[in-house]
């Protein structure tokens, strides 16, 4: 079972709409969460962590954590083409290791 | 400027060359991560070291790859004998090693093999 999963989509959405993004991961123990968007040919950049349960806003971002159902997500508000890119959800696991998801990939068409 | 930096940023080998990946982690962190990502693919953890210590080697080749953090210095990726399969983005990420710590990445060293 793999450590860290997301929908790999691609999710297309229009512009100004509300983008959502999932991710479940497998251990329990996790603390640390982690949401990345990287653009084609570049390098990962964090945009949200989350520690605690409920939702963290930052802009037009929202994480939302869940321990009990060890669920992730992003939502992205008032979708801009420039936020199209693939979205990383991370995990940081005991040990201090970091697990990656394989990312969906985020189309936003104007 | 305080980020992780990587250099090269693209590096060209021939088949049977090695290759050497360097990563100077943020100032006050004193935990690397190197990861290889292929061409629309996810990001695949190699390696996890503090300063002169490997702590996670899982995810590295067995065979020609090596890595190091020592006391003074960058963090190297050392590839020998390179093969075509080995092209790839390598990135760096460093964290200050505490639980909660957030992860940065370098913008990554992309390798070529011809």
């Known amino acids: 079972q793999k450590e860290v999963e997301q929908n790999s989509g691609p999710l297309s959405v229009p512009e100004g709409a509300i983008a959502s993004l999932n991710c479940t991961y497998s251990d329990r123990v996790s603390q640390s969460f982690f949401w990345y968007r990287q653009y084609s040919g570049k390098s990962p950049e964090l945009i949200m962590s989350i520690y605690s349960n409920g939702d963290k806003e930052d802009g037009r971002f929202t994480a939302q954590l869940n321990k009990a159902s060890q669920y992730v997500s992003l939502l992205i508000r008032d979708s801009q083409p420039s936020d199209s890119a693939t979205y990383l959800c991370a995990v940081n696991m005991p040990g201090n290791q970091f697990y990656f998801g394989t990312g969906t990939s985020l189309t936003v068409i104007p | 400027n305080a980020g992780v930096m990587q250099n090269p940023r693209h590096l060209v080998r021939r088949r049977g060359q090695e290759a050497r990946l360097r990563c100077s982690p943020m100032?006050?962190?004193?935990?690397v991560y190197w990861y290889r990502q292929l061409p629309e693919e996810g990001l695949k953890f190699m390696v996890y070291l503090q300063k002169e210590n490997i702590i996670d080697e899982s995810g590295m080749p067995k065979e020609r790859f090596s890595a190091e953090f020592p006391k003074e210095g960058p963090s190297i990726l050392r590839i020998q004998q390179v093969v075509r399969g080995d092209s790839a983005a390598y990135f760096c990420?460093?964290?200050?090693?505490?639980?909660?710590?957030?992860?940065?990445f370098g913008e990554g060293s992309r390798l070529t093999v011809l």
């Open positions: 100032k006050g962190h004193s935990h």
């Open positions: 990420a460093s964290s200050r090693g505490m639980n909660t710590g957030e992860l940065f």
